[in-house]
């Protein structure tokens, strides 16, 4: 059974969306898809646990189906979870993101701290948490992230409760919320700037819309447990094809809690895709031996000049080092004459 952390965010109450149609999925349940060996609704909640999103006593609503199988399921992987998590749903079924805001603002009513609202088709949930939470906290206004191309993401917005409640009695006085869309909830709020946020990597919006996507996600998953699992012959105690995305992130709590830094940031996927590229460009061995250098270089980097971007100019400059073997190997073995 997995130890999820102590609770020491700042979310007082988080609006899960698990209801849509997916539609373009031929009308599949998203929330019950499986990447990596768990759903996606799973993958959400686990991450708000792992990440330490939440305040004590946050309230968690999915606004969909009943998902008790699900809680069921996290209560099992997780010694404790540090928040409550409840179901609702919008009246009538179906009637659009708004309406199933509005259920979940509801179920939330008592909340007045921050507020987040997650679509549960997000791939990357604990990186768009990562990302929300260098943001500055604020009483009047919302924070709505961008994307890669500066296009804005409300289904992954950190709403002050107050303010979210106030939305959802003006657009339900005005136009009504059944079948209203996110933009026409958010004509009447004030908005944080979006430039306070670290430039999102390419892909941390990516979503699962299409069967392509779901397709590419399985394949990256499969691809990231490849590269974690250890030989037989090096660890038989240690069967690396058991582990799941959660069982690593909680793994990583549990370390940072040893070392006493919870909160270094930690992009578990920038990691793996660092140790795949070293595995691939020399040898497997390569992997940990590169992350550890690259690692140890942005923490002398961050206790000589402040935390800053250490760690992305350690990674920045392994990658370099790596794209330059990579080259040299391939001139090398290049034959002028073809």
């Not at 994307?147 to 657009?171: F, H, I, K, N």
Request: aromatic share 4%; charged share 20%; proline share 7%.
């Amino acid at each position: 059974m997995e130890r999820v952390p102590e609770a020491s965010g700042r979310l007082a109450g988080v609006i899960i969306l698990a209801g849509g149609r997916g539609q373009r999925l031929g009308g599949v349940d998203k929330a019950g898809l499986d990447v990596g060996g768990t759903t996606l609704l799973e993958r959400a909640i686990g991450s708000l646990a792992v990440a330490h999103a939440c305040a004590p006593g946050a309230h968690v609503v999915v606004v969909g189906p009943d998902r008790s199988d699900v809680m069921e399921r996290l209560r099992q992987r997780y010694s404790r979870v540090p928040f409550t998590v409840d179901t609702a749903r919008e009246e009538p079924t179906f009637a659009g993101p708004a309406a199933a805001v509005a259920a979940g603002s509801t179920a939330l009513r008592a909340i007045e701290g921050s507020v987040l609202v997650l679509a549960v088709d997000y791939l990357h949930p604990r990186r768009i948490l990562q990302h929300l939470a260098s943001a500055a906290p604020s009483s009047s206004a919302v924070l709505i992230p961008r994307d890669a191309t500066g296009r804005e993401q409300p289904l992954a917005s950190l709403w002050p409760a107050p303010v979210l409640r106030r939305a959802v009695e003006l657009l339900d006085a005005g136009h009504g919320v059944v079948n209203a869309s996110m933009r026409q909830l958010l004509e009447t709020v004030e908005r944080l700037a979006a430039d306070q946020l670290q430039p999102p990597q390419p892909d941390l919006f990516a979503d699962a819309d299409t069967w392509e996507d779901v397709e590419r996600a399985r394949a990256d998953a499969r691809a990231r447990t490849e590269e974690e699992t250890m030989p037989e012959d090096a660890s038989p105690s240690h069967p690396g094809p058991d582990a799941t995305a959660g069982a690593l992130e909680a793994w990583v709590q549990e370390l940072l809690e040893a070392f006493e830094l919870q909160e270094a940031p930690v992009d578990i996927e920038a990691i793996l895709s660092l140790a795949g590229v070293a595995a691939h460009t020399v040898i497997r061995p390569a992997a940990p031996v590169t992350t550890y250098i690259a690692g140890y270089a942005a923490g002398l980097a961050a206790a000589r000049d402040g935390a800053g971007d250490a760690a992305k100019a350690a990674d920045g400059l392994a990658r370099h080092v790596l794209a330059q073997r990579a080259a040299t190997d391939a001139a090398l073995h290049t034959d002028p004459e073809s």
